[in-house]
């Protein structure tokens, strides 16, 4: 491999605008035969939307495709299949009510006097399915099978036509270590056969293990092409977020520096509801980033949603400046400083078919009641204020929220309770999926929150991030808190707590 | 009975139960007309429920092409009115029976193909777009006569009044024949043809569909051309059946259709389901019927009451199975 051979796609000064977005900016892009070759990038960096170039969901604006040398225009999906460009998504896109064997031929059954022969396509699918070393019953329903295995067997799909360009977008994040283990093994054995593969993935371990050679973009931009041996991490990373690392080392020292000392802002007293989590104590100070750390089910959100009152306690008292506070739901908590982010920001969170400016007065708007709207003026004043503090891309008021990437979606959603000014700030995973950069930048900023006075409860499923940035740690296990940790406390004890070891002289004590 | 149920879910795969469940209903209600009634088992009521319900078939047959790729369509049974109608003036107007089969096959075709098209091209709603064809097809009849019409072309009755004789002396009508010819037809396309696998993958999942590369418009489009075919030749049977045409024909049938479908174990959401099933459902309708009138003293209303019952509880364990696999899944993920 000292010698490449041609590239098998070229993507050449490739540019592409949505409404009120510049998708992708003057892109070049290679992929050589017989390597495995990561796209990197920020959420929003214009990963997926090359990807969907590259397959024939988008057409660029201009710029040109070449694959082996010829120009080529997909105009779908299907094309671009037919020319031998494959595509998992991160999503399984298969039917799940088809079997096996039909969710890898369909489209291109082998038949037999007209109709479709399903002995021949059983054998064909147990064929691809063995290649890449899965035995499973290809008249299966597919539904019957786990996600993991739904998508080895969209890479089967991929795979069984003459394949030369196989594209993985992001398909690792719902697998666990033994699975992704098998996909690497899987992507090996194509790639040995010459197949091109393309793939994406937040995981750097998992970019370092696999791929020989990396593009990275940046806004659309693209940032440079590099072979992943010649390219160390702390580089990557500053190829990536384009700016150096110092964020992250900032945030570290202010949260030793700063007070914690305050008056008790939101006091719990037995706490708790039967099936959801255990009554519990806290006491959470103004100006105070309180970590919650746990394994996913072990009561975090379930704590933050007694607290916020989107569930009702069925045992003990909520306190907030020392007066009980008889939370009836979330309009009572709203109405006593106390603000949500929710984990899921699709589903609880933003109204994707509204502008950034609509979604930012939402929850101000809420507050102050229907027949009072919220002047333009104020409206403008608070957007601009926000889309620079929280640097929310693109800086354009009337984008909608759902063209936006994940990291600036919770940017957003931030924001929006951010303009209600809470004094407790309950925020569930706001840095899951998204990328280094947003992540420090929203670091950054619930840091700065503290230091201004406002109480934090930051949920985060990793302890790295929580034990970074909490002046105080809670540890919950199994639908119980059992230990309070103060800020200087290492990963190691917070798993230790977590693992289970030590708690029952804690507990006794 | 749990334990039986564990034993059939073993050997049966769980999207078979709703047609295994369909079967087994008609199995009982039958059983229980044979119980009660001295003639009721007998070989010729069973064809006479083929006889009464030719045309349901017919019908249930390309709405089950509909709603397995997720749709709906409400205009069959408005469809199926204004074929009589067609039928009958044109024979009244003196057109030989072969050139007034074509007409009635291409209008009921066409009208599937404009509302199939502006389904997929305005991305509307199904339910709104059949709901207006239901409306403009039920309003053509009138433009036609807002009488009914009776047939008098000797040909045509001949073919209604003709019996083709079974062993046993059991006789069935040609609608018979005809309505079991489109069973097995639409048994072809829907599990031989790349277009009938077309319509379960769009039924299960569009988006995905379409990302696999399928023809989905194809698919989505086709299934409302072979709704309005079939409601045009129900049509056809209704006439011979009939032999009249007129605006009020078939009011509701619609309804009847779908009710069929379901009560055959096909899911409303699409992507689930067979013709079989579908058959069995309007046997099963159609044995209900039989049942209430052979009591004798209960009104014909009784049968809808009895129906509306029975769809309720088919969704409701439709629901329960849809549901079942997947609790199975995330618990051993």
């Given at each position: 491999m000292t010698e490449s051979p041609p590239p098998v796609v070229e993507m050449r000064g490739i540019s592409l605008a949505f409404p009120g977005v510049k998708?992708?900016?003057d892109v070049d892009f290679r992929l050589f035969p017989g390597e495995v070759h990561a796209l990197m990038?920020?959420?929003?960096?214009g990963k997926s939307t090359l990807i969907k170039t590259l397959t024939g969901v988008h057409t660029p604006d201009s710029g040109s495709v070449l694959l082996a040398g010829d120009a080529v225009a997909f105009s779908s999906p299907g094309e671009a299949q037919q020319a031998g460009i494959s595509t998992v998504y991160?999503?399984?896109?298969?039917?799940?009510?088809?079997t096996v064997a039909e969710n890898i031929l369909l489209g291109r059954e082998p038949r037999k006097f007209g109709g479709i022969d399903f002995r021949a396509m059983r054998a064909k699918a147990a064929e691809v399915l063995a290649r890449i070393g899965v035995h499973i019953?290809?008249?299966?329903?597919?539904?019957?099978?786990?996600i993991a295995v739904q998508q080895l067997v969209a890479i089967a799909r991929a795979i069984?036509?003459?394949?030369?360009v196989l594209v993985l977008d992001?398909?690792?994040?719902?697998?666990?270590a033994g699975e992704v283990a098998e996909l690497f093994r899987i992507m090996r054995v194509l790639r040995d056969e010459g197949v091109a593969i393309l793939f994406v993935s937040h995981f750097l371990d998992q970019i370092y293990e696999i791929s020989d050679r990396m593009t990275v973009l940046r806004n659309g931009a693209l940032v440079g092409e590099h072979l992943t041996a010649e390219m160390d991490r702390r580089a990557l990373i500053s190829a990536m977020i384009?700016?150096?690392?110092g964020t992250l080392e900032a945030i570290e020292d202010a949260s030793e520096r700063r007070?914690?000392?305050?008056?008790?802002?939101v006091h719990a007293e037995g706490l708790g509801r039967r099936g959801a989590i255990a009554p519990f104590d806290l006491d959470i100070r103004a100006g105070e980033v309180v970590g919650l750390a746990g394994l996913?089910?072990?009561?975090r959100t379930e704590m933050a949603r007694l607290l916020f009152g989107a569930d009702k306690a069925d045992s003990g008292r909520l306190l907030v400046d020392g007066t009980p506070l008889h939370l009836r739901g979330p309009r009572s908590a709203i109405a006593a400083g106390i603000a949500f982010c929710s984990e899921d920001r699709k589903g609880e969170g933003l109204?994707?078919?509204?502008?950034i400016r609509d979604n930012l007065v939402l929850a101000m708007q809420a507050a102050r009641g229907w027949s009072r709207p919220v002047p333009r003026k104020v409206k403008d004043s608070l957007v601009e204020k926000y889309l620079a503090a929280l640097d929310i891309?693109?800086?354009?008021?009337?984008?909608?929220?759902?063209?936006?990437?994940g990291g600036n979606q919770q940017k957003v959603l931030l924001a929006r309770w951010l303009v209600t000014e809470p004094r407790l700030l309950i925020l569930d995973e706001?840095?899951?999926?998204?990328?280094i950069g947003a992540k420090a930048q929203i670091q950054q900023l619930v840091t700065n929150l503290a230091a201004e006075g406002t109480a934090v409860l930051f949920i985060s499923a990793e302890l790295e991030e929580v034990v970074r940035i909490a002046d105080r740690i809670v540890v919950l296990r199994d639908r119980h808190k059992i230990a309070e940790l103060d800020g200087g406390a290492s990963i190691d004890e917070v798993v230790g707590l977590i693992a289970g070891e030590q708690v029952a002289e804690r507990t006794a004590s | 009975m749990t334990a039986l149920t564990q034993r059939v879910s073993q050997r049966v795969p769980a999207r078979f139960l709703p047609v295994l469940a369909t079967v087994v209903l008609f199995v009982l209600t039958f059983g229980v007309g044979s119980a009660s009634y001295d003639?009721?088992?007998?070989g010729q009521i069973i064809a006479n429920l083929f006889i009464d319900n030719a045309f349901l078939i017919v019908l249930a047959t390309g709405m089950t092409f509909v709603i397995l790729s997720g749709g709906i369509d409400l205009s069959v049974g408005s469809v199926v009115a204004l074929s009589t109608m067609v039928t009958a003036a044109g024979l009244r107007a003196g057109w030989p029976v072969p050139l007034v089969v074509v007409a009635v096959l291409v209008i009921g075709s066409t009208l599937g193909l404009l509302m199939g098209l502006v389904i997929h091209k305005f991305d509307i709603q199904p339910f709104i777009v059949t709901l207006a064809g239901m409306f403009l097809a039920r309003g053509l009849c009138f433009l036609i006569s807002v009488e009914s019409v009776s047939i008098k072309d000797s040909t045509f009755r001949d073919i209604a009044t003709a019996v083709i004789e079974l062993p046993g002396g059991v006789t069935i009508t040609y609608n018979v024949v005809i309505a079991l010819v489109v069973v097995l037809v639409a048994l072809y396309v829907l599990h031989r043809t790349r277009f009938g696998r077309s319509v379960y993958a769009v039924g299960g999942n569009e988006q995905s569909a379409l990302l696999m590369g399928l023809k989905t418009s194809r698919a989505k489009v086709g299934v409302y051309v072979i709704s309005g075919f079939c409601s045009a030749l129900a049509g056809l049977l209704f006439s011979l059946y009939m032999l009249s045409g007129y605006?009020?024909?078939?009011?509701?049938m619609e309804l009847e259709a779908i009710a069929a479908v379901v009560i055959g174990?096909?899911?409303?959401?699409?992507?689930v389901g067979y013709v079989l099933g579908s058959l069995v459902g309007v046997l099963v309708l159609g044995t209900i019927q039989t049942l209430i009138s052979f009591q004798?003293?209960?009104?014909?209303?009784w049968t809808k009451i009895v129906i509306g019952a029975l769809l309720l509880v088919f969704i409701a364990v439709q629901r329960g199975l849809a549901r079942g696999p997947r609790r199975r899944q995330t618990l051993t993920s």
């Open positions: 998708a992708l900016q990038g920020e959420n929003g960096a991160q999503e399984v896109n298969l039917c799940a009510n088809l019953d290809p008249a299966s329903v597919l539904e019957s099978h786990p069984a036509v003459d394949c030369r992001e398909p690792t994040s719902s697998l666990d384009g700016r150096e690392l007070d914690a000392s305050g008056p008790v802002l996913l089910g072990s009561g109204v994707a078919d509204l502008s891309r693109p800086a354009n008021p009337d984008a909608l929220v759902r063209t936006l990437s706001p840095t899951r999926g998204i990328d | 003639g009721f088992a007998s605006g009020l024909h078939a009011v509701g174990g096909t899911l409303l959401a699409g992507g004798g003293t209960l009104s014909s209303w």
